[in-house]
C-alpha cells in the first residue's frame, strides 16, 4: 500500500503527548499522596548529619529516611557541546517545532524510542551509536530486529561510531556534527539519550554517611538499606533496573521496611518493555544466557503465529528460557504490543510455573500469545519424548496399541 500526501500536525501530536502526561499525573499528585495519610513538604531536601536533613533550609529530623530523588540525563561532554541547546529525555517534551533533521546520540531504549519516533513523524534522523549494535542491554537477536526496523523507518543508523566535535550555529540549536568516521552531519536540533545519573550531587550523602557507588548511586542492600541503615534509597538513585514499575514497587517495600522495621528484599525478576515498532518485551534469563544456567530455549516464530500473519506483522518471536524442572525462568518477546504478553510471562516466572502448568492453560486464538503458549507446548512435548519421561510414554502407547488389537 502506497499513502502520498501525508502532513504530520506537530503541534496536534505534542498536544495528545501533553493531554496524555496531564491525565496521568493526578496519580502521583500532593492532594494523592496526602490522601493516602503522608504530608507533603515541597522543596529541597538535602541531609545535614546521619538523623538530620533540612528542606529549603528548614531543619527536619527523621527516625527513618527514603531517598527517592531519581535521575537526571547524562550530557555529553564532547567539545563544543556546551554551547548548544542540546534536547535530552526531559526537555524533548517541550519542542514546538518539528525537527527537519534531528541527530540522536546513544542508540540505548530512548534513543531507539524516540529516534524511531520522529522518524515515523517524518523527521531525517541519524542515531549515533557508540558501541556496534543498538539495545546493548536486550539480547542480539532482539536488537537486530530493531536495528532493521529503525532503517525501513528511515531512520540512518551509525553503529560503532563517536562523536568528535560539533559546530554550533548562531541561532545555539542547529549545528554540525563531526563524527570519529570523519563523515559531518548537519543538524537542526540534538538529542543527548546517553542514559540517566543518578540526582544525588548536593543530597548530603557524605553527611549522611551513605556510600555511594562511583557513578553516585546509593548503595543498598537487598532491603533497600543503605550504609546508614536509617535512610534506605529506591527508584533510580539506587542504580537497581531504572524503570517507573521498579521504582514504585521498591518504593514501596523500603516504605514497609522503613514503617515496620521489615527486611523484605527486592525481587530481581524486573520485566522491562523497549516500545520501538516492533516492541522488546524481556524478563528474567534471555536466551543468550540460557546455556550458561544450564537452561534450554524454545522459540516460535511470528511467522507460525496466525495472528500476527492476520495482521502481516509476523517480524517477532517469541522465546522462552526454561530450566531442567520445566520451570520457566525468562522470556523474551519481539513484536506488535510485546508488553502486553509480557504480564503472563512476569507471573510464569515469578511461580515459577512448569511449562506443563502454561500448556495446560488455553490461550485464545488467534491472539499473539498464542506464541508464548505454542512454546510452552513444544517444551512439554520434547520432554514427553525424550530420557525417561519419554521411554515410559511410548511403552505405554505400545501397551495400549496392543491391548487395543
Ligand atoms: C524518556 C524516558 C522514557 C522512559 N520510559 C519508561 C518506560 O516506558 N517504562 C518504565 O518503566 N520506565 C521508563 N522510564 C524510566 C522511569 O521514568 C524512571 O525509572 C522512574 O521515573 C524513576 O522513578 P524515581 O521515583 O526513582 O525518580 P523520578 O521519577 O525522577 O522522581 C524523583 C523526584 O525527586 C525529586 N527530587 C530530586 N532531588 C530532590 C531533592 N534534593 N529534594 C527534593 N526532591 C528532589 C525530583 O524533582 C523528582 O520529582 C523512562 C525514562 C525516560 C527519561
Not at 535530552?88 to 517534551?93: A, Q, R
Not at 523527521?123 to 549515533?128: D, I, N
Not at 520485566?271 to 544466557?289: D, I, Y
Amino acid at each position: 500500500m502506497h499513502v502520498n500526501g501525508v502532513r504530520v500536525d506537530f503541534a496536534a501530536v505534542m498536544a495528545h503527548v501533553h493531554s496524555a502526561m496531564a491525565t496521568i499525573a493526578p496519580v502521583d499528585s500532593v492532594e494523592a499522596t496526602e490522601e493516602s495519610g503522608a504530608r507533603v513538604v515541597i522543596g529541597r531536601a538535602r541531609f545535614l548529619g546521619p538523623r538530620q536533613a533540612e528542606i529549603d533550609g528548614r531543619p527536619i529530623g527523621f527516625r527513618q529516611a527514603i531517598i527517592a530523588t531519581g535521575s537526571a540525563p547524562t550530557l555529553p561532554s564532547t567539545p563544543g557541546m556546551d554551547a548548544i541547546a542540546v534536547l535530552t529525555s526531559d526537555t524533548v517534551w517541550d519542542l514546538t517545532t518539528q525537527p527537519d533533521r534531528l541527530v540522536v546520540i546513544g542508540g540505548g531504549a530512548i534513543g531507539c524510542e524516540l529516534g524511531q519516533a520522529f522518524a515515523r513523524l517524518g523527521s531525517h534522523v541519524v542515531l549515533v551509536q557508540r558501541g556496534p549494535r543498538l539495545l546493548p542491554k536486550e539480547d542480539e537477536s532482539a536488537a537486530r530486529i530493531v536495528t532493521a526496523a529503525l532503517e525501513d523507518d528511515g531512520v540512518d543508523v551509525r553503529l560503532s561510531t563517536e562523536v568528535a566535535r560539533v559546530e554550533v550555529n548562531e541561532n545555539g540549536e542547529s549545528g554540525i556534527l563531526h563524527l570519529d568516521d570523519g563523515t559531518s552531519v548537519p543538524f537542526d536540533r540534538l538529542l543527548a539519550a546517553l542514559g540517566r545519573s543518578p540526582r544525588t550531587e548536593g543530597l548530603g550523602l557524605d553527611a549522611a554517611q551513605v556510600r555511594t557507588t562511583e557513578r553516585g548511586h546509593a548503595i543498598v542492600d537487598a532491603a533497600l538499606r543503605t550504609s546508614n541503615t536509617r535512610i534506605l534509597a529506591a527508584g533510580d538513585v539506587s542504580g537497581l533496573p531504572q524503570f517507573t514499575h521498579t521504582a514504585g514497587v521498591n518504593g514501596s517495600i523500603a516504605a514497609t521496611n522503613a514503617a515496620l522495621g521489615l527486611r523484605r528484599a527486592v525481587s530481581d525478576i524486573v520485566p522491562r518493555v523497549t516500545f520501538t515498532h516492533p516492541e522488546v518485551a524481556a524478563v528474567g534469563l534471555q536466551p543468550s544466557e540460557a546455556a550458561q544456567h544450564g537452561c534450554s530455549v524454545q522459540t516460535v516464530e511470528h511467522t507460525h503465529v496466525d495472528r500476527a500473519i492476520a495482521d502481516d506483522r509476523t517480524t517477532g518471536f517469541t522465546s522462552l528460557v526454561i530450566d531442567g524442572k520445566g520451570r520457566l525462568r525468562g522470556a523474551l518477546i519481539v513484536g506488535p504490543r510485546a508488553g502486553e504478553s509480557l504480564g503472563e510471562a512476569s507471573l510464569a516466572v515469578s511461580a515459577a510455573l512448569k511449562t506443563s502448568s502454561i500448556a495446560s492453560a488455553t490461550h485464545a486464538y488467534p491472539t499473539y500469545s498464542d506464541a508464548f503458549w505454542n512454546a510452552a507446548v513444544a517444551d512439554v512435548r520434547a520432554r514427553l519424548t525424550s530420557g525417561g519421561l519419554g521411554v515410559a510414554v511410548r511403552l505405554l502407547a505400545r501397551v495400549r496399541s496392543w491391548r487395543g488389537r
